[in-house]
Structure formats: structure tokens, C-alpha cells
């Protein structure tokens, strides 16, 4: 069974940097597409970021320009570097396979912003 343990959230201030990481029990290497995810209160799980294993990644529109992702596959870990924090950026992010796997569902790290 796959494990993925988020790792890195906390409190922080707007316009603060944050570095997420998502430890896989697995090699990832071959897994072909890895992202982050977030949900905020009262709201759907929303995709965050992407990478595949050619390196290439996707962001959404709310994060783009502000946060990076990448993957280290000899460590099994996905990074998630986000900076310029907003308010509005305040979720418990997870990681997982892109498109999600239900299986693959770990316990998230809270990222909260605010002065």
C-alpha cells in the first residue's frame, strides 16, 4: 500500500514563503505524473500543481507565478515551493498521483496565512 506523508505547512504571514514536501513509501520514479493538491474550508479539493516525470508541470491559475514544483525521485519526494502567501491560500494540502488515486490519500499539512 502506497503511503504519502505531507510535510512542511504551518502559519505564516502574508507574502511569506512556504516549502511543502510529500514523502512517498515507494519509488515515484515511475510513477508519470505526481501533484499537489489543497482544500480549504467549505470548499472542493482543488488541484494546486503538477509535475510529470519528464519534468513538466502545470499550476493553477490562484498559484501561478508564485509557486514551484518539483520532484526528487532518488529521495521518493515532491516538493511544493510556494511563495507570496495569500490569505486566500489557507487549505490542508496533500499530495498524490495526477489524476488522484482515493488510495493514495494521505492526512494532508495545514498551511494557514495570516497576520
Known amino acids: 500500500q502506497v503511503q504519502l506523508v505531507e510535510s512542511g505547512g504551518g502559519l505564516v504571514q502574508p507574502g511569506g514563503s512556504l516549502r511543502l514536501s510529500c514523502a512517498a513509501s515507494?519509488?515515484?520514479?515511475?510513477?508519470?505524473?505526481m501533484a499537489w493538491y489543497r482544500q480549504a474550508p467549505g470548499k472542493q479539493r482543488e488541484l494546486v500543481a503538477g509535475?510529470?516525470?519528464?519534468?513538466?508541470?502545470n499550476y493553477a491559475d490562484s498559484v501561478k507565478g508564485r509557486s514551484t514544483i518539483f520532484r526528487d525521485n532518488a529521495e521518493n519526494t515532491v516538493y511544493l515551493q510556494m511563495n507570496s502567501l495569500k490569505p486566500e491560500d489557507t487549505a490542508v494540502y496533500y499530495c498524490?498521483?495526477?489524476?488522484?488515486?482515493?488510495?493514495?490519500w494521505g492526512q494532508g499539512t495545514q498551511v494557514t496565512v495570516s497576520s
Open positions: 498524490n498521483r495526477q489524476p488522484p488515486r482515493s488510495g493514495y
Open positions: 509535475i510529470t516525470t519528464g519534468a513538466r508541470t
Open positions: 515507494v519509488s515515484i520514479s515511475s510513477i508519470s505524473a
